[in-house]
């Protein structure tokens, strides 16, 4: 497994926009959904994680 350190999360989540560009490009999988609600799984849209970790990240300044 290699291991990339992201900058610290931000409006555009950059660890999530990584994983997802390896997965389109067929060298990276999603391994884990852990701790999502149940209308957030791995069929989810791209733009639904995102939205939903906006949402969450709002009521959170340490994001």
């Known amino acids: 497994m290699i291991v990339k350190i992201m900058d610290p999360a ?4 950059p ?3 990584y994983n997802d560009k390896k997965i389109d490009k067929g060298i990276g999988e999603l391994m884990l959904m852990k701790n999502f609600p149940s209308f957030i799984n791995e069929s989810s849209s791209k733009q639904e994680v995102r ?3 906006r ?4 009521g959170n300044k340490k994001c």
């Open 10 to 13: 931000g409006p555009s989540f």
């Open 51 to 53: 939205n939903y970790l």
């Open 55 to 58: 949402a969450i990240s709002i």
């Open 15 to 17: 660890g999530v926009h």
